[in-house]
């Protein structure tokens, strides 16, 4: 059998799985209270891979509950709702490798001799999840205030207490308020700031008001439930929630929560018979309800997301990288450079990044930036890179600006910009003897690091990975640099990949999963801070020494 073939019979084997195992329940509130609890159960035990997989596959499964026809049945077991969680992460897993391998053949190999083997050859692939599960532990191990309570002592103040009373101990309630503000700061990073835009029936400023309510109610009984031996599950009627967030009509409440619930991935479910929610605390406090909604709305309204929600989702990301750099003294931005007047077909610039460099000269970025609303599966991944994805236009975009550079007239563009960006300098006094101009091209994304793409000559990094660099870099360009270059190998060594098994039937599958075994973070560098950027300064008009005399000499050598 050719690996088609063998693709073809996986996706056959795990449909007729799924089909099987969905046909043991009914879509109601009890089938979905105990696969939350079970679900939050796994979060509890910091089986987080398989949680997230798990709720990823959960979410399908859901959909197809919702559209077979109920019938009676014995009751499910426990057992039954354990073995469908476990197909759940693991069809989660195989789709996706089915997806991939039909955006590129050779990033999956499968071969069957009596068993079924199936390989990951392209590296990106696991190191994109990786990537997201880092991002995810260096958020959670950020500083706390030390003002603040540990979570031990948080526990401590929950144990054994009212649930309803105790959230008005004001260090439990200023403990909560802070995480709260934490992760919301860092699911609106590239989203747009407008509150003003409009959804149809609210704007996103009325949105982010519920949401916050629900993150706030989500993170506080996530961790009374945790102090409390409880399950992480709050089912709540559409009129409790009504009554509760009284700043607004009923009617907006009510389109803003079913929109949440249908946007949530499996967090927030809306049963809608019983006029009823049921909210995944665990889950629920660790998804970007931000970006989810934005992509709901992006799928049922396009029209709606292009006019209102699309541009500012682009000029957000640009802002927020511009703003990035611009923290520290020696940086300087440019935005939105049309090149058009050399060339009609040429793209403008995003972002020009350049950074005074003494000694040397200027250190140039040339940033392609592309705000994709963040992706889940291996198709939404897979978007970026089909005919007209964003990182195929990116990747296009910026070979033109670089074709461009390569003449004449395009560097002394660039050039000339750079030099009255910096017109403050002295250009003469402090570089007498000629300076240097080194240009790297970039493509910024919002997540994507360029799965299963060929390598380019341009680096592809995702914005929250770059903000982590730059913002321990303490503005310097070659700590910045340092760790870029090493980010692919960095991530790659944060994981370790085994075969796991599964039967179907007769059937044995062995497919090649990652496992976490370290976790990637940079520490704070020292440059600006300590006054060794000055003191390069000083040191070179001191000692008449510059990077060009070196070339210089070498040359005549």
């Not at 560097?411 to 003469?428: A, G, Q, W």
Request: glycine share 4%; aromatic share 14%.
């Amino acid at each position: 059998m050719n690996d088609e073939e063998i693709r073809k019979e996986i996706d056959d084997i795990i449909e007729e799985e799924l089909n099987l195992l969905v046909d043991k329940f009914d879509y109601n509130i009890s089938t979905i209270q105990m696969f939350v609890i079970i679900i939050e159960y796994f979060f509890s035990t910091n089986e987080l891979l398989f949680a997230t997989n798990a709720l990823a596959g959960l979410d399908i499964i859901f959909e197809r509950l919702k559209t077979r026809k109920p019938k009676p049945k014995k009751k499910a077991s426990i057992n039954d709702f354990v073995a469908m969680l476990d197909f759940a992460q693991e069809y989660y897993v195989l789709r996706d490798y089915i997806y991939y391998s039909f955006a590129n053949k050779e990033s999956i190999s499968w071969k069957k001799k009596g068993k079924i083997s199936i390989k990951v050859n392209d590296n990106s692939i696991f190191s994109q999840h990786m990537q997201e599960w880092n991002l995810f532990f260096i958020n959670s191990l950020k500083k706390r205030d030390v003002t603040l309570l540990s979570v031990e002592e948080l526990f401590s103040l929950l144990k054994g207490q009212d649930e309803e009373e105790l959230y008005k101990n004001q260090e439990v309630k200023i403990f909560i308020e802070n995480e709260t503000k934490n992760k919301l700061d860092s699911y609106k990073f590239g989203m747009p700031k407008d509150n003003n835009i409009s959804f149809g029936k609210y704007t996103l400023g009325e949105f982010l008001d519920i949401y916050e309510c629900l993150l706030v109610s989500a993170v506080y009984r996530r961790y009374y439930s945790f102090a409390n031996d409880l399950p992480s599950v709050v089912i709540t009627t559409r009129d409790e929630y009504i009554q509760n967030i009284n700043e607004y009509d009923e009617e907006k409440v009510s389109a803003i929560l079913i929109d949440i619930a249908r946007a949530s991935k499996g967090t927030f479910y809306y049963i809608e018979e019983d006029d009823t929610f049921v909210l995944s605390m665990s889950a629920f406090s660790l998804r970007n309800g931000i970006n989810d909604l934005l992509r709901y709305h992006a799928r049922i309204n396009g029209n709606l997301f292009l006019t209102n929600i699309s541009g500012p989702l682009g000029d957000e990301l640009v802002k927020e990288m511009e703003n990035l750099f611009l923290q520290y003294e020696n940086f300087k931005c440019k935005t939105d450079m049309k090149l058009n007047k050399f060339d009609e077909s040429l793209p403008d610039i995003d972002l020009l990044i350049v950074s005074y460099e003494p000694s040397l000269g200027f250190h140039i970025y040339i940033c392609e930036i592309k705000n994709a609303l963040q992706a889940d599966w291996a198709k939404e991944y897979l978007k970026g890179i089909d005919r007209n994805g964003y990182l195929t236009k990116a990747t296009s975009q910026i070979e033109k600006i670089r074709n461009f550079l390569d003449t004449e007239e395009g560097i002394r563009y660039i050039i000339d910009n750079v030099l009255e960006m910096f017109s403050d300098l002295d250009i003469k006094h402090l570089f007498p003897d000629g300076l240097f101009f080194p240009i790297e091209f970039m493509i910024i994304t919002s997540q994507n690091l360029g799965v299963v793409m060929e390598e380019k000559e341009s680096i592809i990094i995702a914005a929250p990975v770059l903000k982590q660099f730059v913002d321990n870099s303490d503005g310097d360009v070659v700590y910045i640099e340092k760790c870029m270059q090493e980010y692919k190998t960095s991530i790659k060594n944060c994981y370790v990949t085994k075969m796991k098994t599964r039967y179907f039937k007769d059937q044995r599958v062995d497919f090649e999963v990652p496992s976490i075994n370290s976790i990637f973070t940079t520490y704070p560098n020292k440059y600006i801070s300590n006054g060794i950027y000055k003191k390069i300064e000083k040191e070179s008009l001191e000692s008449g020494y510059c990077y060009s005399n070196e070339v210089k000499t070498k040359m005549e050598n």
